[in-house]
């Protein structure tokens, strides 16, 4: 009798991911504790209502992002499964953190010296698609796939979560381009910080809109790259949702006039539900691949 091996994807100890996952944890941990929010050494070139986004981003990246890559860190040591969708979903969420913050800032209007800290930055970024393509490549070709039931309610999340998000940026992307213009708490935020308004929409609907909508439908299809995507996608999505989510409660909290509460309203449910689905895809992933056989007899 022969015996034929079978992939089973994030179950070998993975060494150098594990270091390049707490690599990335305490790059972002530096980063946030060097902030505003903590020590105050990066002085942002951004005016003062968008410092409180940078508060919300940087305590999340603190006490979300930073201790998630630890713990993937931990899981990829010891050949946790679910390693491989938390460093994809991980890697995502912390190459918008980095790009957005250095592509944010509006660096001849505002004084300051973030650039200072540009190659902490940049360290991030590329450690951070470094450790999501690892996340991609040891999910293997054929991961386990979510039933019907789990697949149809992430897909119906990631869509509805895609579409306001597209809704809500096109409404004032077809504003600018009727009246040239936005109005009200829109408009102050946009003049204050242009540059930023720009990036996030360019991530939003170029990045973000379309990989959840996809991951969505293909869920509902039964398409199999959709079904590999879906676990780190949900991770991601949960991580920035989160992250969103933080930086709203703290403009509200703190007065902000171009704070939405109606967005931290309609956010929150959607967050919840996200994180819920992914704690069931995770859970889910991981004892699918600890239950599959290691081998089969021929």
Known sequence: MASIS??????????????????????????ALLGPLVLGA????????????????????????????????????????????????????SLYYGIASVLGAEYVRYPGNNERFFLLYLLIIVVAWVVAAWGWSAMGD?????SRRLARRAGLLFIAGGL?????????LATIAVDGSLSQADALAYDESPTA????RIVDLGFIVPLAIWSGFGL??????????????AAFLTLQAVAVLTMGVVMVVRGDPTA????VAILTPITLGIAAVTVELL???GRAVVSAPRAASV
């Open 6 to 31: 079978r992939s089973r994807p994030g179950v070998a100890g993975q060494h150098w991911p594990a270091a390049a996952l707490l690599s990335l944890g305490v790059l972002l941990a530096l980063a």
């Open 220 to 233: 509902w299809r039964g398409w199999s790259s959709a079904a590999k995507a879906a676990t780190g996608v």
């Open 283 to 285: 859970r889910t992933y």
């Open 197 to 200: 308004f720009w990036v996030v």
């Open 42 to 93: 990066i002085e942002w070139r951004i005016s003062a209502n968008s410092l409180n986004q940078t508060y919300g981003a940087d305590g999340a990246a603190l006490l979300l992002l930073a201790p998630t890559a630890v713990v993937a860190a931990w899981l990829a040591w010891r050949g946790g499964p679910v390693a491989a969708p938390l460093a994809f979903g991980l890697g995502l969420a």
């Open 142 to 146: 054929a991961p386990p796939r979510p």
């Open 260 to 263: 939405t509460p109606l967005l």
């Open 164 to 172: 306001l998000m597209s809704v809500a940026w096109l409404l004032q």
